[in-house]
Each structure stands twice: as C-alpha cells, then as structure tokens.
C-alpha cells in the first residue's frame, strides 16, 4: 500500500533535507511545499488504497494507477536523499596528505562536485515538486474520503467461504468439539457475575463456526439471548441499535427524534436495555470485533445485573480480549489450527462429500496430503479448496494441476480469492508503520523459525520503528512485535524464561498473501530463480537459492534501489561477494544479513563505501577476518558475528559511534558433549563505542588483558547486555565489580572464566549492583556466594556453574521471588544436601541440577515450587533415590534423569518403587548409565 512508502517518507526521510545545511534555503522552500502536499495526500490515501486494492485491472487509468505514482515517487525522495548523502560522504577530503598545492587543488575540487551537487539535488527536487502538485490534482476526480470507511463500494464479485459457516450440521464440524464443551462450562458456571468468554484466533480458523455451536446448545438456558456480527466500521449508535432489535424493544423516538442530540439517544437506548435486563440472566455473542473500543460502546448497556450475564466476542485480537478485562472477568480461549488428523478429516469430507463415501481415493492420497499440509490447519481455506476440487474430475492430473498452481489460484479463482481477502482484514485494519514490520516477515522463506531479536535490529535498521521519550528503538519495536501476535498475524514458535517471545513465524497462507502485496508494492521480494523476477522499483531482496541466482542478479535487475539483502541458504556461489564491485551493486543497501551462509568465506573489501549500511550479519559463515574499510561504515548499528570464524577485530571498528549491538560466541565441543564458548578479541579504545547497548562476547587478549578489558567496559555505560568469557583473574574480582558498579542499565549478564583451582572470586566488592538485572550466569570459583546477588528483586533467571560453594545455596536464593529459572552445573555446590521449604520460589518453573559430584539428597517439602513445569537431574552419581518430594510438584510437566543407575531407572517403571511419585507427571525421561 502507498501508505506504507509515504509515511515512511513523511516521518523519516523530509527531516533528513532539513537538516543539510549546504542545501539552499530555497531548496528548504521546496522541500517544504513537498512535505506539506504530501501530508495532503497521505490524509486520503488510505481510502485511496483500498479502493486501488478492489479495483483489480480493469481500467489503465484509475485509481490503482493513481496510487503507483504516489508510491514512485516517494521511493524517487527517498532515493534522491540517499544518493545525495552518499555523494557527499564520497567526496575526495584526504587533501592535507598530498602538500600544499596538490591539497589546494583538492578543495577546489571538492568546493566544485559539491555545487554540482547542489544543482544536481535542487533540479531533482523541483522535478518532484511537480510531479507531487500534479498527483495531487489529479486525485480530486476520484473524491477520495480523508476518513476511510470501508462502504459496500465493490468492483469484483467474490466469493466468501464463511457464509455457510453458520449453517454447517454436527456432521460437519470437525477438530472442535472439546474446545466447545469448555466454552460451556465457561457460560454455564456458577458465578452470578457478569463474565466475558472471547474465543481469539487468526482469520478463518473456525471462531464463528465453534462460536455459533456452543451459542446453539446455551441458549435455552438464558432468559433472552442475542447473536450480533459487528462489522469492521460499526459505530457505537448503530451497535446499540442491534441490540434494541434483538430484544425486541421499541425505538427510542423521545419527543424529537430529529432535534435530539446523539448523547441524548445514547442514553436513551442504554437505559431502555438495562430496564429490560434488570432481572434477566442474558447471553449475547458478537461476533468478529476489531476495535478495542467496543468494550467501552457495550459494557454499560450489558450491565452487572448480578443473574449470571454472559457475553460472548469473537475477534483476532488479543488486546480487545485483555480491554475487557478492566470491569469484568474474562475467559480467554485462544483457537489454534486444526492439526493433521483433523485436517485430513475435514478435507475428505468436503471433496469427497458425494463420492466415494467421503474417503480419498488410493490415487489422489499423494496431492491431497501434500494440499492439505499447504493449508497448516486453516479450515477456512480447506473447506474453500476442497469445496473447489470437489466439483473437480477425480485424476491425478487435475489434483497436480492445483496443487502445483496453489498459489495463482489463490489470487484469481472466484472460489479461492476469498481466502485471500479474509486474511488481508487483519492487515488492511494495522496502522501503516506495522504494515511495514508485517511485511518483512515475508521475506524468510517458508515454515522458518524466525529469531525475534534478529528482525527486531533489522525492523530498527529499515527505520520502520518510530522513537519514543523515554523508550529504546528495541523497546518500541518489541511492543509492535507483540501488537502483531495479539492481533493474529504472528505465530509465536518459542518463549523464553520470562515469557519473551524469542522465535515466531507466520502461517504460509499469510506469507502468501504477504508475498502478493510485498510485489504489488515494490516492496520486497523473497526471489527464487524459477519465478518472475523482481520488478524495477523493488527494495528489498531474499534469496533461498544463492546458487542460480547471484551469479545473474547483476543483469536482471536494477540493484541500485534495493536496501535489504538476506541470504538465506547454505549452499551457494561465493563469487559475487569477493568482487571489488560489490558496494557499487548494491549501494545504498541498509540491510545485509549473510546468516547461515556457510560458503561465504569472506567479506568484499570494498564493504565500508556502503555508507548507509546499518545491519551486518556474517552469523554462521566462515568469515575469519574482517576488512578494515568496515570502519567506514559509520551509521552501523549492528555487527553480528556469532557462530562465524571471525576471532578478532580490527581497531577500526572503534570508529563505529552508533554501534548498539556487537554480538560475537563460538562453541567448541569438548569430549561427553561439554563445550567451551568463545568470544571475539577487540582493541584497545573500544570503550569508545558510546552506544553500545549488547555486547556478547568479547575475552581478553594478548594485546588488552583483563585490567584493560575491565577499563574500557567501564565506558560502556548504556549497556543492557553483556558477555565476557575465557576471563583470567589476578585480583580477586575486584576490576570485574567495579565495572559493573557502573552499568546502572544491565539486565543480563554473563561472566565465564578459566576454572582453575588457584583462581578464585571473590565478588562481595560490588557496592551498587544494577537493580534491572534479570538474568545472571557465573561461571568460576566463588570464596563464598555474593550478597548483593540475593537483593536482585528482578531476577528471573540464574545460572551458577563450578562456583564450588559449601554451604546449601537454596538458603541463599530463597528471597529471590522472582526467579523463574535456576541452573546449578559443574559442582557449583560442594555439598550433600538441597532443601527446598515449603514456600521458596512461587514463579520457578525450570530447575537443571547437573554434575554434582557430593549431592546424596534432594529434600522438597510441599509448598515449595508451586509453579514448577520441569525439573532436569543430570549426573548425580550419589543420587540413590528418586526424591520422594517430587510427588508434592503437581504443576510439573517433564522430569528427566541422566545417567542414572539401573536400579533407579527400575523404580521409575510402572511396577516399581518410585513409580507412584511420578505418575503424576505427564513425561518422565531417563537414561541409564
């Protein structure tokens, strides 16, 4: 959408203008006319959009054509911009190197390119003036609204697969049913107060379909009920309108309808609903919510009548689920995609309704598997493909034909677009900044676990997150991360310790409709050699075929406009990337993320002339040495080597001011499966590095040992996460402590040094620890535990490995109530005994206790760890029992056991002794020695 381009020209790329001051205060003039004519457009742009989105091709004219120009030329600002600033960073400047006079020439030379700048930017500038002032008088024959509404204003006809879904027999209905029997009970308890049941999923995965199932078998139990589908722009009036009309009420006419005032009817409707549910217990669904404002449009109408009222939403937002909560109690049921079996079910019994007695012919199995597994559990689009390829001839041929043409389909068959447009309501309805960051999860390839941190530096590095007083880039887009989880368009693949989301995904339906407005818009394009080549304005590329495609990229297309390169494969071509013309290819790119590109053995040497370059990812390469021209690279923000070659940096990554992310490990396995970390060696100076806000993880050297490791650190104020490995100690501790004396922004930490009997911490000298720090590994000897680490009110994870303690350091933690995760390896305690107390630990739910040479006995009372889900005992070798306590942990999930002896692991059997302490538990894991 044009929107997307705009804003992102409004807000980010006019200021830039502004702020060069070799520009002509002519040119400001100009500038300013732009930015205010495009404010203009961007006010109806979105009802432009959505009318360019319905007009499809039918005219060459119209609407959609008018939208194209407005995003070229914002893509022509932000080019002119880019090339401008580049140009001048490019200017010769090295002058004093050469004498007197040939340095004389020099600065003429200079003085004369930048005035041919100067003309050059000026004539671009009222070039697009014009064409902005021309855009803008052709868009007033379309009358376009400055408020969009969405009307029933369609030039196509399509077909919406969820009509029937209210109309569809028991028979029918499939994968659903126990989710129905605990919305029931949900509906049907005991409490006489209000309460609210909202059933929240993605876009046609059966909420209306299970919704009206549980409504049916409810309602003769309710003294009046009510089903409402509230549309995308409902208004509140026409809300509580429907509502009077379901409960039979007359209209609130009062003694003028025509001169009464809005408020005054308002009032008039809600009190003539509550008069009728004084003494009623009522049920009312609403049916597709997308504001979060509803609640506010209903809950005083639906009152707390105190006779068990029930309401019931559907709604692909979490946020409106959670907006209820703040006068009601809420249920929450969060629907997700059928799995396999019930897939296959479902399927088979749409395509195959008439035929066969509902089952897949032997020969069509292969292409229905392969259809049904392309849906990922999304009924709305197997009931729609199957309902398709049940009016379909029963051949092999016909089954590939779609299969291999799935996607087309999905675009242009009547019976299929539907999908398509169901889930575009999700993004139609996001503000244009997360269309922005929804997009861009289209760039990974197909059913990949996307790493959260990782798009959320590429997010920042693109521009798209917007700043915010007193809140970090990070912090902002984090927030848009879990806006886009909450409104059903990101799955979340896996949670960290303190329930982050660390990986998500997308469903592949929404990759490709992502993926059709990604080309539409010019705005990216995962490439694979055998589709249609990126079209001429597109800015961003993703290959998962490097092989076939770098070695013709040059030739194919215009790399001049692209800003983000992701390489997603691990097998491929190198050549490209040691070419001196590299940085001219691809020149103005921001993005540049090699990860797990394990062929590239080398950066192109002329890396540092692309200076608009924020993001660099060598991750997972053989990249061993990094040029020294990437100290030119001054606006980069995050340098990712982890899991790379690379061991050192040069000293000219000092140079890098607005470095906030320099992250850099190495595992190497050692013999049984141990491993040691590695970090990166830096240079002296590089507490220069202002910005610095992770830094993980860096080791002393040769040339910078630990006190001058410890006296750079010191300058990194802002950071939030730090690493340091391979740490070899000559004092005691003490330069460790005072460095961290001044990180008052640190929340996780992580310090790992050569275990040596010899060499001993003692970590007592920190007199100001960082009150935020929520998550801390040591791994070294201790003289005793540090006190200030159980004060640490936010801590949520802790991990202590060969510390050697003697006394039992359960005592120790036992004031840390925030601790959800505990890990204790390597003889981090000396001793025989763990006693969990009733009541330590309310939030713990991870417990690893591993290599523990002394330890005989694991005392849990019960009250301890009343959350705890898992629980790992790992090479205890003096361990003879299973700790009876365990039957106490009746929230635990899994219970493993490494390396145990034969007896024990006959007592965990079903016949055996322990058995009855474990039963409880739904998975048990052990190994024997």
Known sequence: MAEIALGLVVDHLIPILFQEASLQKSVHSEVSEIKYELQIIQCFLKDADWRAENEGDTTRDGVKVWVEQVREVSFQIEDVIDEYTLHLVQLPCHHHRHGRVVGSLHKIGRSVIKVKLRSDIVSHIQNIKATVLEIKERSARYGFDSIHHQGNWDSHTWYDPRKGTIFLEEAEVVGIESHGDKLIGWLMDKSRERSVVAVVGMGGVGK??????????????????AWITVSESYNKMELL?????????PPCMGSNRAAMKEIERETLMINSIRKFLKKKMYVVLFDDVWKVEFWSDIEHALFDNKKGGRIVITTRRQDIADFCKKSSFVHVYMMKPLNLRYSWRLFCNKAFQFEFGGRCPV?????SHKIVQRCKGLPLAIVAIAGLLSTKEKTVDEWRKLHDNLSSELESNPHLTGITRILSLSYNDLPYYLKSCFLYLGMYPEDYKINCSRLIRQ???EGFIASKKDRTLELVAQEYLTELVNRSLVQVSKVSFGGKVKECCIHDLLREMSATKMRDLHFGCPWQPYESEPTRLTRRLSIDDAHYVLSTMRCRIKSRHIRSLLIFNKDGIRTIFLETTFSATFKLLKVLDFEGASYVNDLPKDIGNLFHLKYLSVAGTKVKVLPKSIGNLVKLETLDLQHSSVRELPVEINRLQKLRHLLSSHVQITLYNSFVLNGVKLQQGFGSLA????????????????DELMAELRKLTQLKKLGIVNLKIRDGGRSLCECINEMKHLESLRVSSVIINEMVFDLDNLSSPPEFLRSLYFRGRLRKFPEWITKLRNLAKLEIRGSGLKDDPIKLFQNLHNLVMLKMAECAYDGEKLHFKQGVFPKLKYVYLQTMAHLNSLVIEEGAM????????????????????????RNLKKLCFFNIPPELEKGLQPEGKYYHVVRHVPEVVFQIK
């Open 866 to 889: 009343p959350n705890l889900e898992q629980l790992f005992i790992w090479l205890c070798q003096r361990l003879k029992e299973v700790p009876f306590g365990i039957k106490h942990l």
């Open 691 to 706: 910005s610095l806000q992770k830094l993980y993880y860096v080791e002393p050297n040769d040339k910078l040992g630990v």
């Open 208 to 225: 209306t379909t299970l919704a009206k199932r549980v409504y049916d078998r409810v309602i003769g139990n309710f003294d009046c009920h």
């Open 363 to 367: 020969e069509l199995k292969n292409f």
């Open 459 to 461: 997010w920042i590095s």
């Open 241 to 249: 309108e429907k509502l009077m009309d379901k409960f039979c009420l």
